[in-house]
């Protein structure tokens, strides 16, 4: 009889709250959750105190951020975790380079809403703002592409004023970013693969407005990755979503359901 790999065999198990917890103080910046600080009247007398500033989710619209979405507003909704994110933003790149870019920014929107997060699209405006023009065929698109997104998403946390976007990335990911750097040849640096957290960074570009520059404000914002040490996470969701949302994976074009789990 034809085998069947182990994989298909092991149904994968959901992240539990305190499994997400986990994850997410793994990839707690160096001095801790950036704070702000404000300040509260109370009839003549005023009072200074710190909070929590938002965290913000490169969000596509697609299975794995969506229940990266999920999972951080839940912590931000509870009591038990005063230190971590209290408040989620989630932030979908319109590449502008398709029909179905505009459907899943209509996705995005109506998920972000459902799950109670401040939702925010950036539009990529080839040949305006930094952006180069818009490629053509013979153009490497998903360098370009990348690029502009990134560009697009942290000009959306300096316009918000927020100091940490999560991605969604995930194990298998993981393993696809080292095969694809070990073809490209890179250094074992590079075939170290993603970091669970790591500062922007200045970027590439070549000065301030051009793509892929962020400058010295780069090295004081913070890319997080929770979701790293754990394998494709589809099925993580709980009864929050009941038996209605359904995403369109932004690989294989296919629509999926998010599974329901008690």
């Not at 994110?85 to 809403?113: C, G, P, W």
């Not at 305006?128 to 990134?150: K, L, M, Q, S, T």
């Not at 640096?189 to 400058?215: E, V, Y």
Request: proline letters at 7%.
């Amino acid at each position: 009889p034809r085998e069947t790999p182990l994989r298909s065999m092991v149904k994968p198990l959901p992240i539990t709250e305190n499994q997400f917890v986990y994850l997410l103080r793994r990839c707690t910046p160096p001095h801790g959750w950036p704070h702000k600080i404000g300040t509260q009247y109370i009839q003549r007398y005023s009072s200074t105190y710190t909070f929590l500033k938002p965290i913000a989710v490169a969000y596509s619209a697609g299975a794995d951020s969506t229940c990266l979405v999920f999972l951080l507003q839940q912590i931000a909704k509870s009591k038990y975790y005063p230190d971590l994110a209290r408040e989620v933003h989630a932030i979908f790149v319109n590449h502008h380079l398709q029909a179905a870019n505009h459907e899943m920014a209509k996705t995005a929107r109506r998920t972000s809403q459902m799950l109670g997060v401040r939702d925010h699209e950036s539009d990529i405006l080839w040949g305006e703002y930094g952006f180069p023009p818009r490629p053509g065929p013979h153009d490497p698109i998903e360098e370009i592409a990348r690029n502009a997104r990134y560009h697009a998403l942290f000009r959306s946390l300096q316009w918000k004023n927020i100091d940490v976007m999560a991605f969604g990335h995930h194990a298998d990911d993981q393993v696809e970013t080292a095969l694809m750097r070990w073809v490209k040849g890179s250094s074992a640096l590079g075939l170290a693969g993603m970091p669970a957290i790591r500062r922007w960074g200045m970027g590439h570009g070549k000065g301030k407005d051009s793509l892929g520059w962020f400058g010295e404000d780069g090295m004081n914002r913070w890319i997080v990755r929770p979701f790293l040490p754990v394998g494709k996470v589809c099925p993580i969701v709980n009864s929050a979503f009941g038996s209605g949302i359904v995403i369109k994976s932004s690989r294989t074009g296919s629509w999926q359901r998010v599974k329901h789990i008690s």
